[in-house]
Nanobody, 123 residues
Framework: VQLQASGGGSVQAGGSLRLSCAASVRTISPYVVGWFRQAPGKEREFVAGISRSGGSTYYADSVKGRFTISRDNAKKTVYLQMTSLKPEDTAVYFC?????????????????WGQGTLVTVSS
């Protein structure tokens, strides 16, 4: 499974961005997909995850109510809509996939990773 994250950029605090994670695979349906981020000097952390069908989602407390994860299995793409962005959201954002039915928050649970897209939020 190859993943391509895109959509990053520079925005002011309070702004919005939508990230996309496109999968190069016959079908993305068997995979739980998560978004993670890594700020300079910090460890990679879980942001949001979505189940195979899209019926279940899970968010880190720091983004709950501001970020929305969704997926379009027909387009083999997972999205992360980010609103009310804060400077502390600045990081490289990665999408990752795991061939399982459960959303996990640990990076080691995901076997497939995209290359990352940079989000910079200025105050």
């Amino acid at each position: 499974v190859q993943l391509q994250a895109s959509g990053g950029g520079s925005v002011q605090a309070g702004g919005s961005l939508r990230l996309s994670c496109a999968a190069s695979v016959r079908t993305i349906s068997p995979y739980v997909v998560g978004w993670f981020r890594q700020a300079p000097g910090k460890e990679r952390e879980f942001v949001a995850g979505i189940s195979r069908s899209g019926g279940s989602t899970y968010y880190a407390d720091s983004v709950k109510g501001r970020f929305t994860i969704s997926r379009d299995n027909a387009k083999k793409t997972v999205y992360l809509q980010m609103t009310s962005l804060k400077p502390e959201d600045t990081a490289v954002y990665f999408c990752a996939a795991r061939d399982s039915s459960t959303i996990q928050i640990l990076t080691r649970e995901y076997a497939y990773w995209g290359q990352g897209t940079l989000v910079t939020v200025s105050s």
